[in-house]
């Protein structure tokens, strides 16, 4: 079974330009998260995906951040215009359901940096 | 809020050591408890889980106890080899439609031959 895939894996950047993250996640997964993971922390959930609706983006920095999930299959997030503070790894993730105890599957991650 | 709380690494242990990662958690109700694990260069994969209280997750040697009374979920392997080298994250959720994992800091593990 194919897992999650990113592309691009890496990304350099100047502030205030545009970058755009793509996600493929495993085959028949309702389910899709973006997680952002500064260097040094944890990973934080950014917006979750259920289909092609969105159930969560409270920590989605919406006047730069948009995400969508065309399809209820691949999804796309962009940053726009990026910022110093926005270097991180960006993290996609699907699990085939949500519920009590149930496994996300991550992607290896677009590793941005902004300079 | 949830959060949860990792002992900071790194931790470096010579082979066939003894290893305790401690994590604790802070949640309102009743949340699922995990362990990824992260290796050099790859994504985030799920190492072991429980979901209630009393309950012992397992896998690959790896072992942790949820524990409601101390809110922790100490990750420990009886004898660690090179290969365990990685960033060990701790994290929780609730399940439900918002799923999220929220995730603790990430303690990295060195094992020297």
């Known amino acids: 079974e194919a897992g999650v895939a990113q592309s691009p894996r890496y990304k350099i950047i100047e502030k205030r330009q545009s970058v755009a993250f793509w996600c493929n996640p495993i085959?028949?997964?309702?389910?899709l998260y973006w997680y952002q993971q500064i260097l040094g922390q944890g990973p934080k959930l950014l917006i979750q995906?259920?289909?092609?609706?969105?159930?969560?983006d409270s920590q989605l920095p919406k006047d730069r951040f948009s995400a969508e999930r065309l399809k209820g299959v691949d999804s796309t997030l962009k940053i726009q215009p990026a910022k110093l503070e926005d270097s991180a790894v960006y993290l996609c993730a699907s699990s085939l359901v949500v519920g009590h105890g149930n496994e996300q599957f991550f992607g290896p991650g677009t590793r941005l940096t902004v300079l | 809020g949830d959060s949860v709380t990792q002992m900071e690494g790194p931790v470096t242990l010579s082979e066939e050591a003894f290893l305790t990662i401690n994590c604790t958690y802070t949640a309102t109700g009743y949340p699922s408890l995990f362990w990824y694990v992260q290796y050099p260069g790859e994504g985030l994969q799920l190492l072991l889980k429980?979901?209630?209280?009393?309950d012992k997750g397992s896998n690959k040697g790896f072992e942790a106890t949820y524990r409601k009374e101390t809110t922790s979920f100490h990750l420990e392997k009886g004898s660690v080899q090179v290969s365990d080298s990685a960033v060990y994250f701790c994290a929780l959720n609730y399940g439900g439609a918002t799923n999220k994992l929220i995730f603790g800091t990430g303690t990295l593990l060195a094992v020297q031959p």
């Open positions: 995906f259920q289909n092609n609706g969105v159930v969560d």
């Open positions: 085959s028949g997964h309702a389910t």
């Open positions: 429980a979901t209630k209280a009393d």
